[in-house]
C-alpha cells in the first residue's frame, strides 16, 4: 500500500543526482511512490553521470493525478526545465493547491510560473541572481537551507536534500486534512 504517488521532474541532462536520489530514497522507504518526469526520453543522466528512468514525459503529465510535484535542480535544470511545460505543471499544482516544491536552481523555474508568488522561499544562489530574480516576480527570499510556506517547500541544494525530504513529507501529511 502506498501513501500516495508524488512526481519528481528532472532535467534530462544534467540533473543533481543527490537532489533526487536522498529524497526518492526517504520518500520510498515513507511508503511513498516517485514517478519520474523529465523533458526527454529515458534514460536521464545526471550531473555525475548516473542514470535513471523516465516514467513519463512533461507534455503528459497531468498534475492533479499526483499527491505533490517536485522539481529537482542541477547545471541541467534551467536549460531543460525553464519553459512553459515545465510553468504549466507549476502553475496547474499551485491553482489545485497541491504540494509543492523545488531544491536549488529548479525554484527559479517556480518562481518564473507564478507559483511563489508573496510566498517565503529560498533556493540556490551561487550566482548571487536569486534575490533580483525572487524580487522580479514577488516572491520573499530567505536564507534558510530549506522553507515551507503553507503546501510549499523550497531548499537550497544538495546539502538539505535530506531534510527537503522531511519536510515533503511533513506537507503532503499536512495536506491530507485540506478541501
Known amino acids: 500500500m502506498t501513501n500516495g504517488k508524488l512526481l519528481f521532474i528532472i532535467a534530462h541532462e544534467g540533473f543533481q543526482h543527490k537532489e533526487y536520489g ?8 515513507a511508503g511513498y511512490s516517485v514517478v519520474t518526469a523529465s523533458d ?10 548516473s542514470k535513471v528512468t523516465v516514467d513519463i514525459l512533461l507534455d503528459k503529465v497531468s498534475p492533479h ?3 505533490g510535484i517536485f522539481f529537482i535542480g542541477g547545471p541541467g535544470a534551467l536549460e531543460h526545465l525553464d519553459n512553459e511545460k515545465s510553468y504549466r505543471i507549476a502553475q496547474e499544482a499551485a491553482e489545485a493547491n497541491l ?7 529548479s525554484t527559479r523555474i517556480l518562481a518564473k510560473a507564478g507559483a511563489l508568488k508573496d510566498r517565503h522561499a529560498t533556493g ?4 548571487n541572481k536569486l534575490e533580483a530574480i525572487y ?6 527570499y530567505s536564507r534558510e537551507p530549506v522553507v515551507v510556506d503553507e503546501n510549499i517547500v523550497t531548499a537550497t541544494g544538495p546539502d538539505a536534500a535530506e531534510e527537503f525530504a522531511q519536510k515533503i513529507i511533513q506537507i503532503i501529511q499536512d495536506h491530507k486534512g485540506w478541501g
Open 22 to 29: 536522498e529524497p526518492k530514497r526517504i520518500l520510498e522507504q
Open 124 to 127: 540556490w544562489n551561487g550566482d
Open 65 to 67: 493525478r499526483y499527491h
Open 40 to 49: 526527454g526520453e529515458s534514460p536521464a543522466t545526471g550531473n555525475d553521470e
Open 135 to 140: 524580487q522580479q516576480y514577488r516572491v520573499i
Open 99 to 105: 504540494p509543492l516544491g523545488a531544491i536549488c536552481v
